[in-house]
């Protein structure tokens, strides 16, 4: 079996996007919820090596490990909905339109335009931190669905604002464990709640939620984020974009 991450779905300019990436790993190793580990950053439109195992799959860049994937369903409190409408309000506060590590992310990242990127925006609101999301067309699986795999880019990159970046400086993706109970509609106006769940020295933990137009869960996942050995002064260096 063979997995190829396309430059689109960039995270860092020249590797995959964590979220995205461990969505399409969850793909190989079955069942609704997977947690996956990220070893080394995805490289990007080569084939990596797909190995089945007994308890999951293990992802090869040559002999090199790239990620290992196994079933698995968080259990998490969720906190209280947030509306879509507020979600906006708390948009605007991004972090990322003042400073942001990697511009291009697929999935956070100010530079991509709409339809090409998910410019999924988490700002702060009442303790938690939100953005809005309609996903466009070209997310699209089968008939008005959107794939599983952007799904989990969805709870990807807000779990990193909540565990302070980017006043921590670079912060990575380490292990993503999901649950994807559906898959939103093409349009379908959706809610992104992330929250803070503690730390242990550079190791992040953080909770993720997407939520759907009627307020249904869609999918929710725990991350352990990989921060910065030291943090850095906060510096601004990108403009927010009109539009």
């Not at 990007?44 to 196994?70: K, S, Y």
């Not at 999935?107 to 410019?119: I, K, M, N």
């Not at 309609?134 to 565990?163: H, K, N, Q, Y």
């Not at 993503?176 to 106006?189: D, F």
């Amino acid at each position: 079996m063979e997995l190829v991450i396309p430059s689109r779905f960039n995270g860092p300019p020249e590797s995959g996007n964590g979220g995205y990436t461990c969505g399409r790993v969850a793909g190989f190793a079955g069942g609704t919820g997977a947690r996956i580990v990220l070893r080394l950053p995805p490289p990007l439109d080569r084939p990596l090596r797909v190995v089945r195992g007994d308890r999951g799959v293990i992802v090869f860049d040559g002999e090199a490990v790239v990620a290992t994937g196994e079933p698995a369903a968080p259990e998490l409190e969720l906190p209280q909905p947030v509306s879509f409408a507020d979600a906006q309000h708390a948009s605007a506060r991004y972090p990322g339109f003042d400073s942001h590590s990697f511009p291009t992310c697929f999935v956070c990242g100010p530079s991509r335009a709409a339809g090409d990127g998910l410019r999924i925006f988490a700002g702060p609101l009442n303790g938690v931190f939100a953005a809005p999301w309609v996903p466009d067309a070209s997310l699209a699986d089968d008939g008005d669905r959107i794939a599983p795999e952007f799904v989990w880019a969805s709870l990807d990159c807000p779990g990193a604002i909540a565990v302070g970046w980017p006043e921590r400086g670079e912060t990575l993706l380490g292990t993503l464990e999901a649950n994807v109970r559906s898959r939103p509609r093409v349009g379908e106006r959706c809610v992104i709640v992330s929250w803070p769940l503690g730390e242990e020295g550079r190791k992040l933990h953080a909770g993720t939620a997407l939520l759907g137009e009627n307020g249904d869960l869609h999918g929710c996942a725990r991350a352990v984020w990989i921060g910065a050995r030291e943090r850095p002064i906060r510096a601004r260096g990108t403009s927010r974009p009109r539009g």
